[in-house]
C-alpha cells in the first residue's frame, strides 16, 4: 500500500514560492516534466544525493490524495518506487511545512500540522 502523504525538499526560495499558492517545479522537475516528491523513508538518500551540504532547506508534507493532478508511483533511485507529482504543487494540499531539521539521534524531524 502507498502512502497517503509524501514530501518534497524545497530551497528557502521555493518554499516561498509555495507560500504564494502553488509551486510549478525546481529546475530537475521542470525538466522532467514533473515535480519530485520522497516518502519518508527515502527522505535522507534524497537529501544526500541532490542536496548535501545546502542550507536553507524546508520540508513539505504533500497529501498526495488531495492532488488534482496525477500523482504516479515509478521507479527511480535502486528501482524504488517514488511519488512524482504530474501537475502543479498547490499550498491547499500541503498539510505541513517546515525548515529542515534533525533530531538529535540524526534522523530527519517531520513537519507537523499546527
Do not use: C, N
Amino acid at each position: 500500500m502507498t502512502p497517503s502523504v509524501a514530501y518534497k525538499i524545497l530551497t528557502e526560495p521555493q518554499m516561498k514560492a509555495l507560500e504564494t499558492g502553488a509551486f510549478t517545479g525546481a529546475p530537475v522537475d521542470l525538466a522532467d516534466g514533473y515535480i519530485h516528491l520522497s516518502t519518508a523513508d527515502q527522505l535522507a538518500g534524497t537529501i544526500a544525493k541532490h542536496f548535501a551540504g545546502q542550507p536553507d532547506l524546508w520540508l513539505a508534507t504533500v497529501d498526495l490524495d488531495a492532488q488534482d493532478a496525477p500523482v504516479k508511483w515509478e521507479p527511480s533511485r535502486g528501482g524504488a518506487l517514488f511519488p512524482h507529482l504530474y501537475g502543479t504543487l498547490l499550498l491547499e494540499t500541503v498539510v505541513a511545512y517546515g525548515p529542515l531539521a534533525y533530531e538529535p539521534d540524526g534522523t530527519i524531524r517531520l513537519p507537523v500540522a499546527g
